[in-house]
């Protein structure tokens, strides 16, 4: 990793204070910090490169600070952004554990701090205690669960609900705001950037969404049947 280490990235359209979306169980993060203080803890420099797309690599990182952003590269070379991960989060498992060619960047939108864990070591975290096991299980499934409720709003929701529902996901009381381009929220919903700029229009005439300098703040959530989408998901 010394290679991928020196390496930084400015992230399309960088700014700071992007919320997270996912977080790993308390009980998970509890667990790694308490119980295995072996585990190399990383400092990040804003723009810094976690890992990159098409490396091999079995590293496995745990976000306890900051902001990351998740992008993929398109055939044309051009890099967007596809998720955001803050404290807590668990990212780079995939390619850990398959071996195969990461299929992402990750680079911090801010100064940060991961755990990163070789793959064999995690395995055996995961041999050696059941509730530290059934929490990584836990965490993938929320990913999954999450992913498949994204694709359902893609096909089924209106720009509207998926930029509300978006929001509530990825603000919580402690962070109520979120500074992301319009392009950004586009890639992170599946819609192009003018639709974003409009559903944007008529959400902030709605009273939905406030903006302040590129701040977005959910005021009132979607209403229940516009969340009907992502209710089946989680009932699932």
Same mark, same amino acid.
């Given at each position: 990793?010394?290679?991928?280490?020196?390496?930084?990235? %400015?992230?399309?359209?960088?700014?700071?204070?992007?919320?997270?979306?996912?977080?790993?169980?308390?009980? $998970?993060?509890?667990?790694?910090?308490?119980?295995?203080?072996?585990? $190399?803890?990383?400092?990040?420099?804003?723009? +810094?490169?976690?890992?990159?797309?098409?490396?091999?690599?079995?590293?496995?990182?745990?976000?306890?600070?900051?902001?990351?952003?998740? &992008? $993929?590269? /398109?055939?044309?070379?051009?890099?967007?952004?596809?998720?955001?991960?803050?404290?807590?989060?668990?990212?780079?498992?995939?390619?850990?554990?398959?071996?195969?060619?990461?299929? #992402?960047?990750?680079?911090? $939108?801010?100064?940060?701090? @991961?755990? @990163?864990?070789?793959?064999?070591?995690?395995? &055996?975290?995961?041999? #050696?205690?059941?509730?530290?096991?059934?929490?990584?299980? =836990? &965490?993938?499934?929320?990913?999954?669960?999450?992913?498949?409720? *994204?694709?359902? +709003? @893609?096909?089924?929701?209106?720009?509207? @609900?998926?930029?509300?529902?978006?929001?509530?996901?990825?603000?919580?009381?402690? #962070?109520?705001?979120?500074?992301?381009? =319009?392009?950004?929220?586009?890639?992170?919903?599946?819609?192009? %950037?003018?639709?974003?700029?409009?559903?944007?229009?008529?959400?902030?005439?709605?009273?939905?969404?406030?903006? /302040? *300098?590129? =701040?977005? %703040?959910?005021?009132?959530?979607?209403?229940?049947?516009?969340?009907?989408?992502?209710?089946?998901?989680?009932?699932?």
């Amino acid at each position: 990793m010394a290679q991928t280490d020196a390496q930084s990235r %400015r992230l399309p359209d960088d700014r700071p204070e992007v919320s997270e979306t996912l977080r790993v169980p308390a009980v $998970m993060m509890t667990y790694l910090l308490e119980t295995t203080p072996a585990l $190399m803890r990383r400092k990040v420099a804003k723009g +810094q490169v976690l890992y990159s797309q098409g490396e091999l690599s079995n590293q496995v990182f745990v976000v306890l600070s900051g902001r990351i952003g998740i &992008t $993929m590269l /398109r055939a044309d070379g051009q890099e967007f952004l596809i998720d955001i991960v803050g404290a807590g989060a668990l990212c780079g498992e995939g390619a850990a554990f398959d071996g195969l060619p990461r299929f #992402s960047n990750a680079t911090a $939108m801010e100064a940060a701090e @991961v755990l @990163v864990i070789p793959a064999p070591d995690f395995c &055996t975290l995961i041999a #050696s205690d059941a509730k530290f096991a059934t929490s990584v299980v =836990h &965490t993938i499934a929320l990913k999954q669960r999450t992913l498949a409720c *994204r694709l359902a +709003q @893609v096909t089924q929701s209106s720009p509207e @609900v998926r930029i509300t529902e978006l929001l509530s996901q990825i603000t919580s009381p402690e #962070s109520p705001t979120i500074v992301l381009t =319009h392009q950004q929220i586009a890639n992170l919903i599946g819609a192009s %950037r003018i639709t974003v700029t409009r559903a944007m229009q008529r959400l902030r005439r709605a009273g939905q969404v406030q903006c /302040r *300098r590129g =701040h977005y %703040r959910l005021v009132r959530a979607p209403p229940a049947a516009a969340r009907g989408v992502s209710d089946a998901v989680a009932g699932a």
